[in-house]
């Protein structure tokens, strides 16, 4: 992914992680600040450190299906649709509930689908 089309992904998901700390926390300004400085790490780090890569060292992250989620979401986002498929069926196998699985397999089939 290009520098351009990397900081055109930052700016795409800025109002979405946003809207989601808010959500969650409330505190419009602590999650404005937050999602700043989250976003600003993302741009310096994820460049050269890949996607999400900083989160898979910590042990107690790494095993868990909802980062392979996210780094599947953000790849098929950025148009890497192999690299998706392939980080939703990781994470379906980590997923401990059924509801999940499936969803993520479906997910995973329609990038497949979308293929031929």
């Known amino acids: 992914m290009s520098g351009i ?9 800025a ?8 959500r969650r926390y409330g505190h ?9 400085e989250a976003l600003l790490a993302a741009a310096t780090r994820w460049p050269k450190d890949g996607l999400l890569e900083p989160l898979a060292a910590d042990e107690r992250i790494a095993g868990d ?27 379906a196998r980590r997923a401990t509930g059924l509801p999940q699985q499936r969803y993520l397999h479906v997910r995973a089939a329609r ?5 031929h």
Do not use: I, N, W
């Open 5 to 13: 089309e990397f900081e055109d992904l930052l700016r795409d998901l």
């Open 65 to 91: 299906h909802r980062l392979h989620a996210v780094r599947a979401h953000l790849l098929e986002m950025a148009g890497d649709h192999v690299a998706a498929r392939d980080s939703y069926r990781e994470a």
């Open 15 to 22: 109002p979405q992680v946003l809207g989601a700390v808010v």
């Open 111 to 115: 990038l497949t689908d979308a293929r």
């Open 28 to 36: 419009f300004d602590a999650a404005d600040d937050a999602t700043q």
